[in-house]
Nanobody, 121 residues
Framework: QVQLVESGGGLVQAGGSLRLSCAAS????????MGWYRQAPGKQRELVAV??????NYADSVKGRFTISRDNVKNTVYLQMNSLKPEDTAVYYC????????????????WGQGTQVTVSS
């Protein structure tokens, strides 16, 4: 049974940094592609970072500011967020990803509880 537990969110001023963590269980973590999503109020959930096969990919909105990394021993994926902006305010989620014809999608409908990031101006 998959379980994803996100943590590390909080309130930070614009220009500040946060490091999010996502602890995974119930999966063979080292072979799984993992991603970070975010959802702001009234907006669709957005995929912002992907880690798998030794590669990392980012949405244009976070490129150069966010870094995804993983520890395959601790079964944990991280998101280092620097130079935060008010528009980064959202609930952040991690999830397992599979490749599709148009990009990435989650494996099923499971989501963790997420972690709230609030950036004040």
């Amino acid at each position: 049974q998959v379980q994803l537990v996100e943590s590390g969110g909080g309130l930070v001023q614009a220009g500040g940094s946060l490091r999010l963590s996502c602890a995974a269980s119930g999966i063979i973590f080292r072979i799984v592609v993992m991603g970070w999503y975010r959802q702001a109020p009234g907006k669709q959930r957005e995929l912002v970072a992907v880690s798998g096969g030794g590669d990392a990919n980012y949405a244009d909105s976070v490129k150069g500011r966010f870094t995804i990394s993983r520890d395959n021993v601790k079964n944990t994926v991280y998101l280092q967020m620097n130079s935060l902006k008010p528009e980064d305010t959202a609930v952040y989620y991690c999830n397992r990803l599979r490749r599709t014809n148009t990009g990435w999608a989650t494996w099923d409908g499971y989501w963790g509880q997420g972690t709230q990031v609030t950036v004040s101006s």
